[in-house]
């Protein structure tokens, strides 16, 4: 394991300004098993979507040496003919398709144009066989379970004579028996001389099966750990993940007065029907009148199902448990009860399912609770405007008239577009759901400033983040989420950057 | 800003919503050129107006009906049905003409409704289930025409509806003295509601046009409302027909623009997964939107058969093309959630201008399709390339 299969030198990468790689190097040897770490955001899905030439070639910044060669992929088949080969989180299977069409997808067995499919069924036992799956070639993928479909991404993979095969998170959605089975098979294709990339945010899985590990922070390389130098430990990941100056934007609360609690879940779970799988699993965790909660977790931990899941339910999962709203037991059929009952959430993707982006900022403010102004179902179109204007005026929304479309503002006041929306609503509880991503850092401390007048008011926040310093610098109290569980629970004095990275990646 | 820059930005900016004003006016200037005038002449816009209506309410409700995403293809044999069934009651079951038409009407109702439940309950795509419908309803229609063919219809009340109009109640140099009546309110409320509606603007400083733009928009819709009803007024007056359409038009414009309703309807349509995050009761807007699609195509059944007199059993037949084709060329957009009631009527209008003025050329029908379709096309991409330019 001396010569390098790949390295990836001075990686730059930005979108629209933004930095996501900064002069990444990254070196890869011949059959080992190099697991890439780091926080969302970190840059590790940017950096393998370089490799494997979904940003072509000249939309980056650096050089790629793959084989001893300098590597220009303009396009995925590129890097596909090479023997680099990625695997998706989410994985790019068929469901209704057979696993002998699935594994041969793109790359079909065919004698003058015709597809041979006696030849590809052959074909597919052997790479079913390679990855130890037991299962009739003819079964639609749709009947496996994530594990075994896993494995037949695998498989797919190694039917393109794979050199380079590039894991992200492969088991994130997998139980301990079927991650196990999977760490195995990456072993054995090691012996086979298969290098292999590996992202992931376990970091016992990291601990057992790493070579090395290369830890990425703010687009930039931070260390590689040698593991046969017994450098790769939970100590010194989480240290190199983390060690971030953490900037005091944070606005002060003076006088902290927590009430009864106005949300309580015991025992709470949601199962999701789609996935098949539990996505919350037995959540106890409840909030105080006054109190700003953090929820901590890395990307895929059931923070943002555990918000839908109280917020009545929107996506139809499987609940259990108990669900208390000031003390009383509830049970929501559809968002407009919680939000009767005093419960609004401003959603992680605010262009995706939080704003009516065609529309202008008056009907996006009063959409929630339109009755209130609607005497007689007809909207009275000048309260309208002067609610809309209020809400303009008090959260600073940077826009020519509240008859402005929303599409057309910045995140930043997009997002107070959100956040008045919901106030006007009058909620006692308000979930937020990464309410600071993607914007900048001025809109970022007025809607600290937001939060802390709404707290001092007397509403209780509930606030998801996969920003360790403002989970840190606003919160009162912090749960911790991974695999869909509570990891943990601490208090703001006794939290800090590295015990939450322990909780978050176990 | 001097007035013609100001014109100029003011129609580059709006080109959506004027384009098809633009439209109108110039097929039917062209018609009226090419025929001499006669296109524009009392008798034929009056016809024009009339042969539109039963067209005009289903374009209304497949406004609202795309505007949510979905698309209702059983429309046309709907309402040729519950045509045959309203003669039927009137002719063969001797039911009173003032109990059939809420009847004809509830029935429209819940089979729309049926057809939202199969949408938002079930999950069948609309085409889908909306295909099914049209199969179902053409076979109806057959059914109960089956035996005795065409139904005459003998209600004099009931056919007045298609074929009467509004009395005159004196002529007045041979116009007909009603008419000029409602078209003067009707200026009058016009120009009232635009200055009340700039007078609140300006109280909230938010941006109006000036002074000279408003003064001449103004001038300009007077003169068309004061056109048409000089045209109407030389003829019968206002038609039933007209009048009827007219009030379904006036409630949906204020059903969707001014009530909670009609704000639901334009969330769910413009991003579904936030209105059911704000509240919004999905299920229930499709149900409802179905529900009221159900009630104009019977109301358009209604219209038809009174238009003819009788029921027949080819009535329906492709209705619900012309009423898509009407609310697409009006503005509406396959993307959900933009598009007025306004603006599919004067869609619906383009449509039957072009049909009437065709005829008066005497075009023959294997044209006139072909350059319908050709129209359709143009105003579905005028569409995309100025939401393009938008983007």
Same mark, same amino acid.
């Given at each position: ?188 294709? %090691? ?13 016992? =899985? ?260 996969? =920003? ?8 009162? %109290? ?29 | ?21 633009? $439209? ?143 009395? $005159?109640? $004196? ?54 409302? $004061? ?165």
């Amino acid at each position: 394991m001396s010569e390098n299969i790949l390295e990836m030198r001075n990686i730059s990468k930005s979108f629209t300004g933004v930095k996501a790689l900064s002069d990444v190097n990254f070196q890869v040897a011949k059959g080992e098993i190099h697991c890439l770490i780091g926080e969302n955001g970190a840059g590790k899905s940017t950096l393998m979507k370089v490799l494997s030439g979904v940003y072509p070639y000249g939309t980056y910044e650096g050089d790629i040496i793959y084989e001893g060669n300098v590597m220009n992929f303009s396009r995925i088949s590129d890097s596909v003919k090479t023997g680099i080969v990625i695997i998706y989180q989410e994985l790019a299977l068929f469901p209704d398709l057979s696993v002998y069409e699935n594994i041969f997808a793109g790359n079909e067995v065919k004698r003058g144009g015709i597809i041979d499919w006696n030849e590809t069924i052959i074909k597919s036992r052997e790479m079913l066989q390679k990855v130890k799956l037991n299962v009739n070639p003819e079964t639609p993928i749709r009947e496996l379970g994530v594990g075994k479909q896993q494995l037949v991404e695998i498989a797919k993979a190694l039917s393109k004579d794979v050199k380079l095969l590039i894991l992200d998170e492969p088991t994130a959605a997998l139980n301990e028996n079927d991650s196990e089975n999977l760490l195995e098979l990456l072993r054995d294709l %090691r012996d086979q001389g298969i290098t292999c990339i590996m992202i992931s945010h376990k970091l016992k =899985e990291v601990i057992s099966i790493a070579d090395k590990a290369t830890v990425l922070r703010d687009g930039k390389t931070i260390c590689t750990l040698d593991g046969a130098k017994g450098e790769i430990t939970e100590s010194s990941i989480i240290k190199n993940m983390v060690g971030r100056d953490i900037e005091d934007i944070y606005p002060k609360r003076p006088d902290k007065k927590f009430g009864s609690p106005i949300l309580e879940v015991k025992n709470w779970s949601a199962y999701d029907q789609e996935l098949g799988r539990h996505v919350v699993k037995n959540v106890d965790m409840h909030v105080n009148k006054g109190e700003i909660i953090g929820i901590a977790g890395l990307m895929g931990s059931g923070r943002t199902e555990f918000a839908l899941s109280v917020f009545g339910n929107p996506k139809n999962y499987k609940l259990e448990g108990e669900l208390l709203v000031d003390g009383k037991t509830r049970s929501f059929k559809h968002t407009s009860d919680a939000i009767h009952a005093g419960i609004a959430y401003v959603t992680e993707d605010r262009k995706g399912d939080g704003l009516f982006l065609i529309q202008d900022i008056k009907s996006n403010v009063t959409v929630a609770n339109l009755k209130q102004i609607s005497p007689g179902g007809v909207v009275n179109e000048n309260e309208e405007v002067q609610v809309a204007s209020g809400y303009k005026n008090s959260m600073y929304i940077k826009a020519s008239s509240i008859e402005q479309t929303v599409g057309n503002l910045s995140g930043g006041n997009q997002q107070k577009v959100s956040l008045g929306k919901w106030l006007f609503v009058g909620p006692k509880l308000l979930i937020l759901d990464e309410p600071t991503r993607g914007i900048d850092v001025g809109a970022k401390f007025e809607i600290y400033t937001i939060m802390n007048k709404l707290i001092s008011e007397g509403m209780s926040i509930i606030m998801i983040s996969s =920003e360790l310093g403002e989970v840190l610098g606003m919160s009162d %109290r912090i749960y911790i989420m991974a695999e869909g569980k509570i990891k943990g629970e601490l208090t703001a004095e006794e939290a800090d950057q590295e015990k939450i990275m322990h909780f978050a990646t176990q | 800003m001097n007035f013609f820059t100001e014109a100029r930005s003011l129609l580059k900016v709006n080109i959506r919503d004027y384009g098809m004003y633009i $439209a109108l006016f110039v097929i039917m200037l062209t018609f009226s050129i090419m025929t001499d005038g006669l296109f524009m002449s009392s008798r034929n816009i009056s016809n024009l107006l009339d042969a539109t209506g039963y067209i005009a309410v289903l374009a209304v409700g497949m406004t609202l009906v795309i505007v949510i995403r979905h698309i209702d293809l059983s429309v046309g044999f709907a309402a040729g049905f519950m045509g045959a069934i309203a003669a039927i009651l009137l002719s063969q079951m001797g039911v009173p003409f003032y109990l059939t038409i809420p009847i004809i009407l509830v029935l429209g109702i819940v089979i729309g409704m049926f057809n939202g439940v199969l949408v938002a309950s079930i999950g069948i795509p609309s085409f889908v289930s909306s295909l099914a419908g049209m199969l179902i309803f053409r076979g109806a229609l057959l059914q109960v025409t089956e035996k005795t063919g065409t139904i005459i219809v003998k209600d004099d009340n009931f056919n007045a509806i298609g074929n009467g109009y509004l009395p $005159a109640i $004196a002529q007045i140099g041979g116009l007909n003295l009603l008419a000029l009546i409602i078209g003067a309110i009707t200026i009058l409320f016009f120009i009232y509601s635009e200055a009340s509606k700039r007078r609140q603007k300006i109280k909230y400083k938010f941006e109006v046009v000036s002074n000279q733009i408003f003064v001449v928009k103004m001038l300009f819709v007077s003169a068309i409302i $004061a056109y048409v009803t000089w045209i109407l007024a030389g003829y019968n007056g206002f038609s039933w027909t007209v009048v009827i359409t007219l009030a379904v038009v006036i409630i949906y414009h204020f059903l969707t623009t001014r009530t909670v309703l009609g704000r639901h309807i334009y969330a769910v349509g413009s991003n579904p997964e936030a209105a059911h995050l704000s509240g919004i009761n999905v299920k229930k807007i499709t149900y409802i939107v179905f529900g009221s699609m159900g009630m104009l195509s019977a109301l358009s059944g209604i219209l038809y058969t009174s238009r003819l007199q009788s029921a027949t059993t080819t009535a329906g037949t492709l209705f619900e093309l012309d009423a898509i084709a009407a609310a697409y060329v009006g503005g509406v957009s396959a993307a959900g959630g933009v598009g007025k009631v306004t603006g599919s009527i004067i869609g619906a209008l383009v449509m039957a201008s072009l049909s009437s003025g065709m005829n008066l050329l005497g075009v023959g029908i294997s044209y006139q399709y072909m350059i319908r379709g050709a129209v359709l096309a143009l105003a579905v991409i005028f569409d995309v390339m100025t939401r393009k330019k938008r983007g």
